[in-house]
T-cell receptor, first 113, second 114 residues
Framework: AQSVTQLGSHVSVSEGALVLLRCNYS??????LFWYVQYPNQGLQLLLK??????LVKGINGFEAEFKKSETSFHLTKPSAHMSDAAEYFC???????????FGKGTRLSVIA | DGGITQSPKYLFRKEGQNVTLSCEQN?????MYWYRQDPGQGLRLIYY???????QKGDIAEGYSVSREKKESFPLTVTSAQKNPTAFYLC?????????????FGPGTRLLVL
């Protein structure tokens, strides 16, 4: 079965610092990969998605992620954190066939002024 | 505006009571999903439906039931058999169920036990 591991349940960065949220997946076939963001008491919003082609994917709000097949990773980055980036972030993998998305446990990002 | 609506925003359940959470979408999506979210546990799939009049159990279906009589609606009933129902419930939809399909989420319903 495919799975997703998000390293670090809580990450804290200073405003203006680099944001790096880690995601590793297990998959026997090339996967489709997603990052979602959730603000408090709200639903999830798609940040970006990797399907095929270019391995560096740009998303909304200045975030990007790079698919590295050799490392089975899909880490999310943003060069400069804003206070508004404080939220929970979920990595997800789309298994092959007809199975719904598999989500990681999430990483809560705090941004310190 | 197209999207997914969930109601109510907050729901209170008494001991032994069944309660139903509403999920409606006007995106013309075939597939719909219900997730349960608990702190530190991410999203866990309860049920999903690929098409009208069809649905499949997810990872934690015990104590829950669903129906899919209309394309736009996928209500979730939390039965009295669910002993620990306090959680945040999220409904989602996608154009179809398959590899690579993006899921779009509603705003969620928070269920609390009195």
């Amino acid at each position: 079965a495919q799975s997703v591991t998000q390293l670090g349940s809580h990450v804290s960065v200073s405003e203006g610092a680099l944001v790096l949220l880690r995601c590793n997946y297990s998959s026997s076939v090339p996967p489709y990969l997603f990052w979602y963001v959730q603000y408090p008491n709200q639903g999830l919003q798609l940040l970006l998605k990797y399907t095929t082609g270019a391995t560096l994917v740009k998303g909304i709000n200045g975030f990007e992620a790079e698919f590295k097949k050799s490392e089975t990773s899909f880490h999310l980055t943003k060069p400069s954190a804003h206070m508004s980036d404080a939220a929970e972030y979920f990595c997800a993998v789309s298994p092959s066939g007809n199975t719904p998305l598999v989500f990681g446990k999430g990483t809560r990002l705090s941004v310190i002024a | 505006d197209g999207g997914i609506t969930q109601s109510p925003k907050y729901l209170f359940r008494k001991e032994g009571q069944n309660v139903t959470l509403s999920c409606e979408q006007n995106l013309n999506h075939d597939a719909m999903y219900w997730y349960r979210q608990d702190p530190g546990q991410g999203l866990r799939l309860i049920y999903y439906s690929q098409i009208v009049n069809d649905f499949q159990k997810g990872d934690i279906a015990e104590g829950y039931s669903v129906s899919r009589e209309k394309k736009e609606s996928f209500p979730l009933t939390v039965t009295s058999a669910q002993k620990n129902p306090t959680a945040f419930y999220l409904c989602a939809s996608s154009a179809r169920q398959g590899a690579g399909e993006t899921q779009y989420f509603g705003p969620g319903t928070r269920l609390l036990v009195l």
